[in-house]
């Protein structure tokens, strides 16, 4: 493990716990936000071009920024007074611990050191070249579901006038 390794390691780690620990839902977003760079940071060290890019666009560059316009928009005035733990907090920490000791398992258990078939090498220029000549309709009908699902979540999110229904 490198000095940057874990210096990414700890800002993705530290982004995500803010995220589940802060009480402002803004701040959470934002913390969530340090914590998708981090992980891209880590794919970009990793070698992983594609998956990190894709990372930043679409999680840093849309999901985040999604979830704090609709937090901005669905999120009335008035103070909200909740509980500092919620009653299932207890099943919350059952089910991550059985995660964490089946990921710890399957981990442990793996054939780490058995040779692993060469990858083939695909740029992101490739993939890029692909997907804006061989796959240019799916991508046009994606970006259009995705236009169509954000018009209709701020027409759900618009507050309703007092003289209409």
């Not at 000095?3 to 803010?18: E, K, V």
Request: overall charge neutral; some cysteine; charged content about 5%.
């Amino acid at each position: 493990m490198t000095a940057s390794f874990l210096i990414l390691a700890a800002l993705t780690i530290a982004g995500t716990a803010a995220a589940m620990s802060l009480r402002n839902l803004i701040h959470c977003v934002l913390a969530l936000t340090l914590g998708f760079l981090g992980l891209a940071m880590l794919y970009l060290q990793l070698g992983a071009q594609f998956v990190g890019f894709t990372q930043i666009l679409v999680y840093i560059g849309a999901v985040a920024i999604l979830a704090v316009f609709a937090i901005m928009m669905t999120q009335s005035a008035g103070p909200h007074a909740q509980p500092a733990l919620s009653s299932f907090w207890i099943t919350g920490c059952l089910v991550a611990g059985t995660v964490f000791v089946v990921l710890a398992w399957a981990i442990c258990s793996g054939s780490a050191s058995a040779p692993t078939p060469p990858q083939p090498g695909v740029s992101v220029n490739q993939i890029g070249d692909a997907l804006m000549h061989q796959f240019a309709l799916p991508l046009e009908i994606m970006g259009l579901l995705l236009t169509a699902a954000l018009i209709g979540a701020v027409i759900l999110a618009m507050p309703e006038k007092k003289g209409e229904q």
